[in-house]
């Protein structure tokens, strides 16, 4: 009876429609294991700098121990800090300009749920020429070989249109890089511009390779002096009674021993002394700054910056 229903199609609907039910039934399991949380932000000013400080409890009032909040505002986010007992904190040398609120996003984890708050801020009110730097997103979670996209945006305040150049640090710089596209950005002074960043991880290298070298090389340091054998011993067998071929007998087994020999230290020096691997990007939690620096009317240097915090799983 089994196989007809498998023979019309009905147990394989029965297995599709099983396999729904047990994601709903896991995501339903999960969600039910995460703790209720509160957060709470303030907003601090001094001057046009900022302080943000988003505080993240469950409902009895034990803090959070891991998660990230990133800080949104109209324009796009300000940054990102990895939550450390309860706390997550941003610093800012300024908001962007005519910013009336900002509302810190908690991402939630495996053991918390995610939540939200926001707070008033006093809008930046200076005239001088100046930009604001955003970005989307500003928290990545990653494996080992995997990239991030993250889209930067410049946007000119008062009057800006000088050429902003930017800039990432703090990242492992042997195991992860960042590649903007473009580097440079010139906004109009009424129009926002964007830059593209990849956040590269790196993987850990592999040594299935043989004999360290590629497949095809090493399948010719064993087949030429073979083939070469061949013709030199054939050469040599011949009775024809030409010194020539004889020769160039001789030269060919001469030839093969000499590659037979080279592919032999080869495989001997890697054995004894093979290339290091790789281990790639280490798991763990990453704080990376991105920048942008311009010269206004080539007179003063002025910059602003952001944090990004990336997971490598």
């Excluded at 147990?11 to 599709?16: D, E, Y």
């Excluded at 300024?94 to 009336?100: E, I």
């Amino acid at each position: 009876m089994s196989l007809q229903f498998l023979k019309y199609g009905i147990g394989t609907r029965a297995v599709k429609a099983a396999g729904w039910v047990l994601a709903v039934l896991t995501m339903a399991a999960v969600a039910s294991a995460q703790v209720a949380t509160r957060t709470h932000l303030a907003v601090s000013s001094e001057g046009r700098q900022a302080t943000l400080t988003a505080k993240v409890a469950d409902v009895a009032g034990n803090p959070a121990s891991d998660g990230t909040v990133s800080f949104e505002t109209a324009k796009g986010s300000v940054g990102s800090a990895f939550v450390e007992n309860g706390s997550a904190t941003l610093l800012l040398d300024k908001l962007p300009k005519g910013t009336r609120t900002v509302t810190a996003v908690y991402s939630g984890s495996e053991g918390y749920a995610a939540s939200a708050a926001s707070a008033n801020a006093d809008p930046d009110a200076s005239t001088l020429p100046d930009f604001d730097l955003t970005a989307s997103p500003t928290t990545l979670s990653l494996s080992p070989g995997q990239f991030g996209t993250i889209l930067v945006t410049v946007t000119p305040e008062n009057g800006f249109n000088d050429m902003v150049t930017l800039s990432c640090s703090g990242q492992p710089t042997v195991t992860v890089k960042c590649v903007f596209s473009p580097t440079t950005l010139t906004p109009l002074t009424t129009a926002a511009a964007s830059s593209t960043l990849q956040i590269q991880t790196q993987a850990a290298s592999g040594t299935s390779t043989m004999l360290g070298k590629p497949p095809s090389t090493v399948a010719l340091a064993i087949v030429l002096p073979g083939i070469l054998a061949l013709v030199g011993l054939g050469t040599l067998r011949k009775r024809s009674g030409i010194g020539a071929l004889r020769v160039i007998g001789l030269l060919a087994l001469l030839t093969a021993s000499g590659l037979g020999l080279g592919a032999c230290s080869a495989r001997y020096g890697y054995l004894n002394h093979p290339p290091s691997g790789n281990p790639g990007t280490a798991a763990g939690t990453y704080t990376i700054t991105l920048s942008g620096y311009a010269s206004i009317n080539g007179t003063s240097v002025t910059g602003h910056s952001l944090n990004v915090t990336m997971t490598v799983k």
